[in-house]
């Protein structure tokens, strides 16, 4: 898949779009917009006189129009099957729950208007016992995803070992980062190749790979009262699903409480879907994957608010965790 990793559309010309898109739901969905965040995709809020909503625009080149309707199909599965608290997509004027609006460009974007989901996001600086929340609730997941009959001409992206770390991965290459020396190179592909063989041995039955959400971290929780509602699907996909144990402590890796964070994930998932042995030993490789594929984020993102907010020593962190896995790996 080759894709940009940002939209180069400025904050106005997004803006503009967002007010144009937002003409063709009913009046009642008519409101002030109002730029919320800007990543991957960018995402507003629209306020009106009854309520409130959020419209994603996505980027250019990495999800298709059948790729946006299939994650769609999955959130209302979810909201309909077994009342996960997630974003439900909103059907414009003509029926459409997708838009394919033209730019004067030539280019096109597709835009979706959700429900909004009300919440408190969660930090990592909680109660390391929330993870036991977020593993429940994962499980949870992953019982739907494995019963769930999927639509025919469902279409989602793939998340292996290489569409993750591969030189053509979809974030990128992560050998292109900076602040990577030759040293650092060779200690990286080491840990990959060792977890790439011991991926292999795993393998991809239906029971361990299938539809997962790949980035189920804190950050796209909201709490609100007794109920934990999940946002943010736009990266779901097929892949081991132990990669959202992994995805959990996205960019925290190296943090000094993330093996109780773990193991608090873990006691919650278990709760509800025992895991075997072999499920238990993968955890380490998919983990340091995990944090190379996110290297290859911060490659191709470098110049994002979010991968300059890592520091420096994020990168050193990121081969520590590699060495610490090729020892453990070795004595094992």
Known sequence: MTHY???PLTDTALQALAEEAMTQYAPHFHGRVSLLTRSENATFRIDTPT????????????????????????????????????PTAITSSDGKTVLTCAMDDGSHRHVVLFHWVEGEMPTANVDPRSFRRLGLI??????????????????????DHET???????????????????????TIEAAMTDVRRKLVDFGQKPSRFGLIHADLRLTNL???????????????????FLHDLA??????EHHRNAGEW???????????????????????????QRRVQLTSWVASHADTEMARSLGADWIEQTVRLCEEYLTTSSAA
């Not at 994603?56 to 129009?65: A, E, G, L, T, V």
């Open 247 to 252: 995805a959990a402590i996205s960019f925290e």
């Open 51 to 86: 309520g409130r909503y959020a419209m994603r625009i996505h980027r250019p080149d990495y999800h298709d129009h059948v790729a946006i309707e299939s994650e769609i199909q999955w959130l209302s599965a979810l909201d309909n099957d077994i009342g996960l608290g997630v």
């Open 5 to 7: 990793h940002a939209d």
């Open 138 to 159: 994962t499980a949870r997941l992953h019982q739907h995803s494995r019963n769930w009959a999927r639509p025919e001409g469902f279409k989602r992206i793939r998340w």
């Open 222 to 240: 909201l709490l609100s009262g007794d109920e934990t509602r999940v946002i943010d699907f736009d990266d779901c996909g097929m892949g081991w």
């Open 262 to 288: 773990i193991a608090n994930w873990l006691v919650g998932y278990e709760s509800l879907v025992p895991l075997s042995p072999d499920e238990h030993a993968i955890i380490p490789a998919l983990v340091v």
């Open 164 to 186: 993750m770390v591969g030189p053509h991965a979809h974030w990128g290459d992560w050998r292109k980062t900076k602040g990577l020396n030759e040293r650092a190179i060779a």
